[in-house]
């Protein structure tokens, strides 16, 4: 009888999770969330460098809520990857880093070399604090409250504040981290990385390898073979106005979270989807239209991935002097453009800089002189808050109307202010509550103080007669 009950119970086990598995539950939310964990574990360990329980309990477990009781993960240290599942047995995911590709969701091979590694040349590159310059612009002590301010206050609230830089007419005048992260950290930007795409389209266009207006120029769209798709631009979709359904909820049953943590290829997920609204017509953010017009633009800067990362890096970090970023690929090895760039606080801030230097770095344009009007335009839509991979201020924001951002999940931010000469940027594991960046910025504004005019002696006037050869 014992053996009848327990072959019975097993029977239905299985049938319960069968059915769980041809479920949107089961196809989508579960692997999303395994997904998440693997991949997240994986990179917040071996790119960013954080302690593993620290990134889990700050990066994870609030985002994950009481989800996160029943899903595991190891972390095989000798072989640099994290597998996660459901109640340790089902629903498994595993990520893998190579050094200088960062960490990549393998789903089932694909051609994944595991073995690839595309290595950084150089070190991380330090900017040192330049106090006389920060002394003879800020209030000292306004600028230290503001940049203090951003971070916990552990008695009321847990935005999780990780790290501010603040460059100032390019020259670096605060800085500050948490315990567990450093200047040598590298954080995650997550959507900010659309505004990296973004340079890097303006990079192509100023050398002519890219028309962000042509139709037909998306190679993804058109192994598809529908001709309505051919009118979709790389600037309507770097706009968010592409027209497909490839909603972004971050609910864990979305298409966003189907196509970053299930699909091997997301190009082909994104453009598969249905085609809702002629471009645009419709704003609405969403991540798979940055993945494609990514795609369109790596497969321009080489055959093969490490030529793809040699040129990403020669075209827009090396100028800048960036060396610490790693931009993560999928399993097939298209960068994963939307979410996946890792780098340093200081050299996030760097690519801000690009924009109020117009473009121009160590005397090469790497951006076209009308780039900046470009990406801040706003996109019709998006009721004024959206230009072309970066964010504007609104007026609630209490921001001057020229500023540009870049945002990201979990409370990424950098901020580009031409008039004030200043780039903020900000990142942490914020869930829940309010990253009160826009704060930051806004007492970073109020701290500057431009230095008093240096008094010049009156020059004297010759008298009547004199020598034009006489020194004055």
């Not at 692997?31 to 302690?51: F, H, R």
């Not at 690009?354 to 019709?380: F, H, K, M, Q």
């Not at 998006?382 to 409370?411: D, R």
Request: hydrophobic content about 45%.
């Amino acid at each position: 009888m014992l053996r009848i009950i327990l072959g019975a119970s097993g029977a239905v086990l299985a049938a319960g999770l069968a059915a769980l598995n041809l479920s949107p539950i089961g196809q989508i939310y579960l692997p999303s969330a395994t997904g998440i964990v693997a991949k997240q574990m994986c990179s917040l360990t071996w790119v960013s460098g954080l302690d593993p329980d620290q990134a889990r309990a700050m990066y994870l477990d609030p985002l994950l809520g009481d989800a996160g009781s029943v899903l595991t993960h190891h972390i095989d240290a000798d072989n640099h990857q994290v597998t996660a599942n459901f109640l340790g047995l089902f629903w498994t995911q595993r990520a893998v880093w190579r050094d200088g590709l960062g960490c990549t969701l393998v789903h089932g091979g694909h051609g994944f070399d595991p073995d690839l590694t595309v290595p950084v040349a150089h070190d991380f590159m330090p900017m040192e604090l330049d106090t006389a310059h920060r002394d003879a612009w800020f209030d000292r002590e306004a600028l230290d409250a503001a940049v203090l301010g951003a971070f916990d206050d552990a008695a009321q609230d847990s935005r999780n504040t990780l790290g501010v830089a603040i460059l100032h007419q390019g020259r670096l005048v605060a800085e500050h981290y948490a315990p567990g992260a450093s200047r040598e950290t590298r954080f995650h930007g997550w959507s900010m990385t659309k505004s990296v795409i973004t340079t890097l389209a303006g990079s192509m266009v100023q050398d002519g390898m890219l028309d962000i207006r042509a139709e037909g120029d998306i190679p993804a769209l058109a192994a598809v073979g529908d001709p309505r798709l051919a009118d979709i631009t790389v600037e309507s979709l770097l706009r968010m106005t592409g027209g497909l359904a490839i909603a972004e909820l971050n609910n864990g049953m979305d298409p966003n979270s189907q196509m970053l943590f299930t699909a091997w290829d997301m190009p082909h997920f994104a453009a598969t989807r249905e085609r809702l609204h002629a471009p645009g017509d419709h704003w609405q953010y969403m991540s798979g239209n940055t993945i494609l017009a990514s795609d369109t633009m790596q497969r321009r800067l080489g055959d093969s991935l490490p030529e793809q990362i040699a040129a990403l890096r020669a075209r827009i970090y090396e100028p800048l002097g960036i060396y610490s970023a790693i931009m993560e690929p999928g399993e097939n090895g298209v960068f994963q453009g939307s979410s996946y760039m890792y780098a340093t606080a200081q050299d996030w801030a760097r690519l801000g800089q690009l924009y109020l230097d117009n473009g121009v770095a160590n005397g090469t344009r790497i951006l076209p002189e009308d780039w900046y009007s470009i990406v801040a335009e706003p996109t019709p839509g998006s009721g004024g808050g959206y230009g072309m991979g970066f964010w504007l201020p609104t007026e609630a924001t209490g921001l001057p109307p020229e500023t540009i951002m870049m945002s990201g999940f979990q409370g990424q931010w950098g901020y580009v202010l031409p008039a004030q000469e200043l780039v903020i940027v900000r990142f942490g594991a914020t869930i829940g509550v309010s990253s009160r960046s826009g704060r930051l910025a806004r007492e970073v504004v109020d701290a500057l103080r431009p230095p008093a005019p240096v008094e010049v002696p009156p020059v004297e006037v010759p008298e009547a007669g004199a020598s034009e050869d006489e020194p004055l």
